[in-house]
């Protein structure tokens, strides 16, 4: 459950995105401020079923949307052809352990940032997202 501190940072970043507040909506992004990981849609639809039950899957996709277009949450694609959220929409690369799929936030310092991206076309790079791969502490322990 939401603690105060969490429901007032949840309603301030909604109304300064200019993001009409509705339940589902809240829920969501309520959700995914105190979620470990980066849940796909249907895990978050599976949770915020427990507590509005009348919330399809099609409501939650369209929080999510909302969401996301209002720069509130960030979507990450995955080679498993799996969408995932979260709500930490900063700058930041991921790390995803090959063996038990958990994906866990890297802060860009950890990276060397490339001092200038050129890849031809008359494209120009605004935004660099680097995945790492390997295997977590938990799992490596494990071999």
């Known amino acids: 459950m939401a603690t105060r501190e969490t429901r007032d940072n949840v309603e301030a970043r909604m109304r ?3 993001l ?3 339940p589902q909506r809240f829920a969501v992004l309520e959700y ?3 979620a470990s990981g980066h849940p796909t849609a249907d895990q978050i639809a599976a ?3 427990r507590r509005f039950p009348r919330a399809s899957r099609a409501t939650v996709y369209n929080a999510l949307k909302a969401l ?3 720069g509130l949450v960030r979507e990450v694609a995955t080679e ?3 969408t995932r959220y979260e709500s930490n929409v900063e700058p930041h690369h991921h790390f995803v352990c090959r063996s038990c799929g958990k994906m866990e936030d890297v802060p860009t310092g ?3 940032a490339p001092a200038r991206v050129e890849i031809g076309g008359g494209r120009e790079v605004e935004k660099v997202e680097v995945t790492l791969r390997g295997l977590c502490g938990a799992c490596k ?3």
């Open 16 to 18: 300064e995105a200019e």
């Open 20 to 22: 009409r507040l509705t």
């Open 32 to 34: 995914l401020t105190r």
């Open 47 to 49: 949770e915020i079923n």
């Open 68 to 70: 996301r277009d209002a």
């Open 80 to 82: 498993e052809a799996l």
């Open 110 to 112: 950890a990276l060397p």
């Open 141 to 143: 322990g494990k071999g």
